[in-house]
């Protein structure tokens, strides 16, 4: 009952934030752009300055080392995330246009605008370093398959067109996984950064800018859920199965991984393996419709989708947080 209470607390508080953004768009205090430019916002300068930052404070390069267990975890997961998805889709006959976000829907989560708050407000400081590393497992996805079957779900195409044009691969470096690899990088380094006096400046204005994370990427999640309008939420086959990839799917899969490396001498921390098993059951990707839409697929189904996830979301932590207490 204790952690059921302790779930419905931190999720009131992110969706209290969350009914903000929503109704101070919906009031007109903030412009159709302004949703833009806070993601230009967190994606560019707050989220590496937070990763960086978080980086350096927790990590250490021994560290660093022994966390691989949830790299591990996490790329297994994901790749048999894709194995059953791909299944799924020849089974239900998913038409084009929704197979790449019926996909995505299954394997990669919102760890940017609802996974990092959400980990913060349910494990705290001292799970950063196990979100990190699922962070990574789920950018690299993201990036190269999931925006490649975006790309590859044009409905649109022929079979004789070309494809290289739509597929950005800058896209496998953005901004906060730049963050992550240059703080990589000074850890290896023999002296550490934070111990460095004359750059504390520097550090403290980097930990400013990383504190806005939390607030504005819940503020953005009201902001988009009233832009896509609460009325729109539907179900309909595909969005049903792809709801129940992501929510259900999805955490199990890397449960059952976890769950047998522990009974074959691969266990990891109880709070390792929570962290990766509620990052894993994070609402869809808030990107989704706009990939959707750069491939001329099927908008109204990616956006319908990210709503129902992030809206449901709510319902669905709690039972997961009591599921996995025996983690």
């Known amino acids: 009952m204790a952690a059921l209470f302790t779930s419905i607390q931190s999720i009131l508080t992110i969706v209290l934030i969350i009914a903000l953004g929503y109704l101070l768009r919906k009031k007109g205090w903030f412009d159709d752009n302004f949703g833009g430019t806070i993601s230009k916002l967190l994606m560019k300068v707050a989220l590496p300055a937070s990763i960086f930052t978080s980086v350096l404070k927790r990590l250490t390069l021994s560290k660093l080392l022994g966390l691989s267990s949830g790299l591990i975890y996490g790329f297994g997961g994901v790749i048999l995330g894709y194995i059953v998805a791909f299944i799924l889709v020849k089974l239900l006959k998913v038409r084009p246009g929704r197979r790449g976000t019926f996909i995505n829907m299954f394997v990669n989560a919102n760890t940017i605008f609802i996974g990092l708050p959400l980990n913060l407000a349910l494990f705290g400081d001292k799970a950063m370093a196990y979100f990190l590393m699922y962070y990574v497992v789920n950018t690299v996805s993201t990036w190269t398959l999931g925006a490649f079957l975006m790309s590859w779900d044009d409905p649109t195409k022929t079979s004789g067109t070309s494809s290289k044009s739509s597929f950005n691969w800058k896209k496998l470096l953005p901004p906060p996984l730049v963050g992550f690899l240059v703080a990589l990088v000074f850890l290896v380094l023999p002296v550490h ?6 750059l504390a400046f520097l550090i403290n204005a980097l930990t400013y800018v990383g504190s806005l994370v939390t607030p504005l990427s819940l503020i953005y999640i009201g902001i988009v859920l009233c832009n896509a309008g609460l009325s729109s939420i539907r179900f309909d086959r595909d969005t049903i199965v792809a709801l129940v990839g992501r929510f259900a799917i999805a955490p199990a899969l890397i449960a059952m991984l976890i769950f047998l490396g522990m009974h074959h001498g691969f266990g990891i921390p109880s709070l390792e393996a929570q962290t ?16 959707a839409n750069e491939g001329h697929g099927d908008v109204e189904y990616a956006t319908n989708v990210v709503t129902t996830s992030t809206v449901l979301f709510a319902v669905v932590l709690p039972v997961v947080m009591v599921l996995i207490q025996n983690f």
């Open 276 to 291: 990766l098993i509620v990052q894993a059951s994070a609402p869809g990707l808030a990107v989704l419709p706009i990939l």
């Open 193 to 198: 950064v934070m111990q460095v006096s004359w």
